[in-house]
């Protein structure tokens, strides 16, 4: 059987594909903008037939029509190993919970610890050798396509074809069935929206850039903001090695300082697990050889990372303690985001020769009734996560200056984290400093 006939043999519709689910079975979907569409229509619409349905995803972008058949979960219950803007949305009414993570060991779990009976994921079309792409979006794939029972793919003409490592797709032969026919755009996120606070950081963390660095980028203001200030730049013989790629990796190589002629692996290339921008990056991955897409357990390794020489890692934070702990996912109890790969880069920027990781964030915020509060506080809020351990903080940054925790003593940590937090706070917090016993006298009072 040639690759056609293999082809035209398993097609079937996705009405079909969802009458294969029975209750009590785990399904997971593909990651990100590969979240199936038609499929998840279909499984909707037999919310009164089955029950106890587990639905795993990853930074949902597509708003799940299995949700919405059933808001209160008494069908289904979606569990997201990274909570996006949606995810959280949703979690606030719905039956929408976390995952805890660490982004480079998730091929790991679905492997030995989540049983998986069907992997839907969106592809694009099959290629002349029977590949079917991921479109950017390797992530944990493998290891669910290594577990799953079924595994269906639902074809999207629309979805880029990219190049990679390996992982980066699925061939025919490992198919069960093909949903086919869609011609949908991808979400598009938008790059945020960057303010005078976020530049000021970047201009902090832009001092300490050097030619021939290799950037890993987080999601938010202020990493776009030295993106563009980057690809503005005459820097030279930048690389890129990164969790997530998005518009400011396509404005660095197309303003020529990104080229990846100094990297130590991946030798002129960007190496990411995971895409999500808009239309214009989407268009530069497809068929784009200098872009190649890992799995998670690569791109994510601290071992893999850190072998590339002056690693700089860039990543935000809710809020910082004056011990040097880092929450980067929740506001006390409320999920936010989730952990993602933040710890791996931030330990992996550390180790790298020559490189240097930097947890960025403003000084304070506000909330609705416009009252200001300290990002920098005495301890995490009650319930918050800790994302870093203080031992792993590296340099952390805000509008008003850069401190570097490493080596740094709980006295020291406390003042020099004090020095960068918003002059309205600073008294405040050298008293509660104080009254935990970790702030000692000096001129810096």
């Known amino acids: 059987m040639n690759l056609q006939e293999k082809y035209s043999s398993k097609i079937i519709s996705a009405e079909a594909a969802a009458q294969m689910v029975q209750s009590g079975d785990w399904i997971e979907y593909g990651f990100c903008t590969t979240a199936p569409r038609a499929f998840d229509e279909a499984l909707a619409k037999r919310t009164g037939e089955l029950s106890d349905v587990d639905i795993r995803v990853g930074v949902s972008v597509y708003p799940p029509a299995v949700v919405a058949a059933d808001p209160d979960g008494k069908v289904f219950t979606f569990n997201s190993w990274h909570y996006s803007g949606l995810d959280r949305r949703l979690s606030a009414s719905g039956p929408v919970f976390y995952n805890p993570m660490k982004f480079s060991e998730l091929p790991r779990y679905?492997?030995?610890?989540?049983?998986?009976?069907?992997?839907?994921?969106?592809?694009?079309?099959?290629?002349?050798?029977?590949?079917?792409?991921?479109?950017?979006?390797?992530?944990?794939?493998?290891?669910?396509?290594?577990?799953?029972?079924?595994?269906?793919?639902?074809?999207?003409?629309?979805?880029?074809?990219?190049?990679?490592?390996?992982?980066?797709?699925?061939?025919?032969?490992?198919?069960?069935?093909?949903?086919?026919?869609?011609?949908?755009?991808?979400?598009?996120?938008?790059?945020?929206?960057?303010?005078?606070?976020?530049?000021?950081?970047?201009?902090?963390?832009?001092?300490?850039?050097?030619?021939?660095?290799?950037?890993?980028?987080?999601?938010?203001?202020?990493?776009?903001?030295?993106?563009?200030?980057?690809?503005?730049?005459?820097?030279?013989?930048?690389?890129?090695?990164?969790?997530?790629?998005?518009?400011?990796?396509?404005?660095?190589?197309?303003?020529?300082?990104?080229?990846?002629?100094?990297?130590?692996?991946?030798?002129?290339?960007?190496?990411?697990?995971?895409?999500?921008?808009?239309?214009?990056?989407?268009?530069?991955?497809d068929d784009n050889p200098f872009c190649a897409n890992y799995p998670v357990d690569y791109t994510n390794s601290a071992s893999v990372a850190a072998s590339i020489d002056n690693l700089v890692t860039i990543n935000n934070a809710v809020e910082i303690d004056l011990f040097g702990q880092v929450c980067s996912e929740s506001a006390g109890i409320r999920n936010i985001s989730g952990s993602g790969g933040q710890l791996d880069f931030v330990i992996a920027g550390y180790l790298s020769k020559g490189g240097r990781s930097f947890i960025c964030l403003s000084s304070c915020y506000k909330d609705k009734a416009g009252q200001l509060h300290s990002r920098l506080v005495p301890t995490i809020t009650p319930g918050g996560i800790i994302t870093d351990p203080r031992a792993t903080t590296m340099y952390v940054v805000t509008e008003y200056g850069m401190f570097n925790c490493k080596g740094m003593s709980t006295w020291q940590r406390a003042e020099g984290l004090i020095n960068i937090a918003h002059p309205d706070f600073r008294e405040e917090l050298i008293a509660q400093a104080e009254a935990m016993k970790i702030w000692k006298r000096s001129n810096k009072r």
């Open 110 to 285: 679905v492997l030995e610890n989540t049983p998986t009976d069907v992997f839907v994921v969106q592809v694009a079309p099959m290629d002349k050798f029977g590949f079917f792409s991921f479109g950017g979006n390797a992530s944990h794939h493998y290891g669910v396509i290594e577990r799953a029972k079924k595994i269906i793919v639902e074809v999207n003409e629309q979805m880029p074809r990219v190049h990679g490592g390996h992982g980066h797709g699925i061939h025919i032969d490992e198919v069960d069935y093909i949903i086919e026919g869609a011609s949908l755009p991808l979400t598009e996120l938008h790059p945020a929206q960057v303010s005078d606070v976020d530049q000021t950081i970047a201009r902090r963390v832009m001092a300490e850039m050097r030619d021939g660095d290799c950037i890993q980028l987080g999601i938010g203001g202020m990493p776009n903001a030295l993106g563009s200030m980057i690809a503005q730049s005459d820097l030279k013989d930048l690389g890129g090695h990164t969790e997530m790629i998005s518009e400011s990796f396509v404005d660095m190589f197309l303003s020529g300082v990104m080229n990846g002629r100094r990297k130590n692996i991946d030798k002129g290339r960007i190496a990411y697990t995971f895409a999500l921008g808009t239309k214009k990056l989407y268009d530069f991955l």
